[in-house]
T-cell receptor
């Protein structure tokens, strides 16, 4: 158990719909990362938040957005869903305060499997 | 920009045999290197990481990896595998720069299948 929790575990929805994925980082971790794992794209970095602020963006679609709340949990919002958005979405966390080097281990949650029908 | 190539998509091996999973990376800046394992229906777990110093890195579950800067490789090895090592293994890099912007760039993964 990494200490990172994600809900829900599974989500089945229809095209055009909007869903919200939730992540609670390890106790004390300030940075949260979102990754997408799909069959055709592999594991791809989406976005990073540090202490409530967006810090880095990867291959995240405009239909997707995220935020990190004062209690440090994060939500990934996916809208206007398409069949190709079906994937496993992982959240990871590190203590990593800004200014530290990128040596911290990222601890991954169990993921949310999204199926778009 | 950085990229990671895992040269084998699948590696079948018999139990108690040695195994090597190959990883090459490309980067114009220094990088830190990681190997993660993903067991079926689970998240990713760190096996080991190379930050600096000795090029031979030992990790959990008897795995080790060797960083070779001239060949830009970071191959993962285990001298004797078990059935329980059956999983997907991911090599990853992150740019070695400060700022906490340590997004991981993953390879495509290697599926290790250990047979009795």
């Amino acid at each position: 158990d990494s200490g990172v929790t994600q809900t829900p575990k599974h989500l089945i929805t229809a095209t055009g719909q909007r869903v919200t994925l939730r992540c609670s980082p390890r106790s004390g971790d300030l940075s949260v990362y979102w990754y997408q794992q799909s069959l055709d794209q592999g594991l791809q970095f989406l976005i990073q938040y540090y202490n409530g602020e967006e810090r880095a963006k990867g291959n995240i679609l405009e239909r997707f957005s995220a935020q990190q709340f004062p209690d440090l949990h994060s939500e990934l919002n996916l809208s206007s869903l398409e069949l190709g958005d079906s994937a496993l979405y992982f959240c990871a966390s590190t203590p990593a305060p800004v200014g530290y080097t990128s040596t911290d281990t990222q601890y991954f949650g169990p993921g949310t499997r999204l199926t778009v029908l | 920009a950085q990229s990671v190539t895992q040269l084998d998509s699948q590696v079948p091996v018999f139990e108690e045999a040695p195994v090597e999973l190959r990883c090459n990376y490309s980067s114009s800046v220094s990088v830190y290197l990681f190997w993660y394992v993903q067991y079926p229906n689970q998240g990713l777990q760190l096996l080991l990481k190379y930050l600096s110093g000795s090029t031979l890195v030992k990790g959990i579950n008897g795995f080790e990896a060797e960083f070779n800067k001239s060949q830009t490789s970071f191959h993962l090895r285990k001298p004797s595998v078990h059935i329980s090592d059956t999983a997907e293994y991911f090599c990853a890099v992150t740019p070695g720069v400060s700022g906490g912007y340590n997004k991981l760039i993953f390879g495509a993964g290697t599926r290790l299948a250990v047979h009795p």
